[in-house]
C-alpha cells in the first residue's frame, strides 16, 4: 500500500514472557517511530498498518538484549542444590517484584512477588546451562500490563554447575614468523561451548626436540598473544585449551610452524576450525 494511503500505525507491545496472558499494550499512531520506554526484560513489538481497505500483515520484532548484559552487585545468587536462591535490597518499597529467569528469550519464567521480602528461590536449574536473571520492581501487581510500570532493578548470568570447555578455540593462525618469535591469533569459544564462565586460554607450545615445553595462561577477553624466545631454524607445535572454574577443556590440534634461518621476516598462517560433532 502507498504511504500516503496509510491511515494510521498500529502498535503491538507483549512482554516475553507474559505469564498473566495479559492483552499487549496497542499503540495508534500517524508517524513511523514511537519512542518505548521499556524494563529490560524481553518485547516483542508487532507493527502493522491500516487504510480504507483494511490491515496489513504484521511484521514481529523482538527487542534485543541491551548492552549492558549484567547490573552488578544488584543481584546475589547462591547455589542450593538444583535450585538458587536469589536475593537483593530494594531501593525502595515497590508493590512488587517480577523475577524472569530462563536461558534465553525463547525460555524464560515469571514470577510476581507481592511479599515485602528481597529473595526468591527458583527450582529446576539445568547443570552447565547459562541462565538469566532479571528483578523487576514495579507498583502494578495484579498481571495488568507491566510495559508501562516496570523497572529493571538487576541482571545476572549464572550456572547452577560449571563444566570444562567441550572444545577448543577456533580459526588458530600463525603469524609474523621471525627467528625468534611468532603471533598465534584465535577466535574465541563460543558461549553455548563454555559450559561455565570461560575464566581465560592456556597455550602450551614445545619445540622439534620436545625438550623444552613452555605454557601461557591469558585472560578471557585476549585472542592473540606474541611467542618470543624461539629458537632460530626450529619447528614448534602449538595448542590452545580454554578453562573454566571446573577446570581445563580439550586443547585444539597440533599446529606447527617453523622459525627461518635467518633475520628476514617470513610469515606462514595456518588456519584450522574446530568442528563441534
Keep these: 500500500t502507498q504511504s500516503e494511503n496509510i491511515l494510521e500505525y498500529r502498535v503491538n507491545v507483549e512482554r516475553i514472557p507474559n505469564s498473566c496472558r495479559d492483552s499487549p499494550d496497542r499503540i495508534f499512531l500517524k508517524d513511523r517511530k514511537v519512542l518505548l520506554n521499556l524494563s529490560m526484560a524481553y518485547y516483542r513489538v508487532n507493527i502493522s498498518s491500516y487504510n480504507k481497505a483494511g490491515e496489513s500483515p504484521q511484521a514481529i520484532y523482538i527487542v534485543p538484549d541491551f548492552s549492558a548484559a549484567d547490573l552488578p552487585g544488584q543481584i546475589h545468587v547462591k547455589h542450593q542444590g538444583t535450585n538458587a536462591v536469589v536475593t537483593w535490597t530494594p531501593e ?29 528461590t527458583l527450582d529446576n536449574f539445568q547443570p552447565y546451562k547459562l541462565y538469566k536473571i532479571m528483578v523487576h520492581a514495579s507498583d502494578v501487581c495484579q498481571c495488568e500490563s507491566f510495559t508501562r510500570h516496570e523497572k529493571t532493578f538487576g541482571v545476572t548470568h549464572f550456572y547452577s554447575v560449571e563444566g570444562v570447555p567441550r572444545t577448543g578455540p577456533a580459526n588458530v593462525t600463525i603469524l609474523n614468523i621471525t627467528k625468534h618469535s611468532a603471533v598465534v591469533e584465535w577466535t574465541k569459544i563460543a558461549a553455548e561451548d563454555c559450559l561455565g564462565f570461560l575464566q581465560g586460554y592456556r597455550i602450551s607450545y614445545t619445540d622439534s626436540s620436545r625438550r623444552k615445553s613452555l605454557a601461557v595462561t591469558l585472560n578471557s577477553s585476549t585472542t592473540s598473544y606474541h611467542l618470543t624466545g624461539l629458537k632460530e631454524k626450529n619447528i614448534y ?30 610469515a606462514l598462517c595456518i588456519c584450522v576450525t574446530q568442528h563441534q560433532s
Design 92 to 120: 525502595y518499597n515497590p508493590k512488587c517484584f517480577v523475577v524472569d529467569w530462563g536461558t534465553g528469550k525463547d525460555d524464560m519464567r515469571m514470577k510476581i512477588i507481592t511479599m515485602a521480602t528481597g529473595n526468591f
Design 237 to 266: 607445535r602449538v595448542q590452545i585449551s580454554g578453562f573454566t572454574n571446573a577446570g581445563e577443556g580439550p586443547p585444539t590440534l597440533s599446529q606447527s610452524f617453523s622459525t627461518p634461518k635467518y633475520g628476514t621476516v617470513e
